[in-house]
């Protein structure tokens, strides 16, 4: 009984020695297309996370639309994923 206990506290810190999971790099994930213009996008690390392109002009453009989100995305890491 002994000797059962010491050998489970002896393995322990060969557990606890285990480095954690490293942190998935936030990617964003596009859920809307206009054809091939992203108009909506999430957050892979923050399910709740979504962002809508605001463009300036009338007629949808990739670019800008692309830019748009990019941009709402950067700024959201900076908030959220700041830990790098
Ligand atoms: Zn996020």
């Known amino acids: 009984m002994l000797l059962h ?3 489970t506290a002896d393995s322990n810190p060969t557990l606890s020695a ?3 999971a490293p942190m998935k790099k936030p990617t964003i ?3 809307k297309w206009l054809v091939d ?3 909506e996008a ?3 690390a923050c399910p709740g996370i979504v962002f809508r392109a605001q463009p300036s002009g ?3 453009n990739r670019d800008e639309y ?3 989100i990019q941009a709402q995305f ?3 890491c900076k908030k959220a994923h700041s830990q790098e």
């Open 5 to 7: 206990l010491h050998f």
């Open 74 to 76: 950067d700024e959201h």
């Open 29 to 31: 994930r596009v859920t």
């Open 18 to 20: 285990i480095p954690p």
């Open 37 to 39: 213009i992203p108009v």
């Open 58 to 60: 009338h007629r949808p």
């Open 42 to 44: 999430v957050c892979s």
């Open 66 to 68: 692309q830019k748009s």
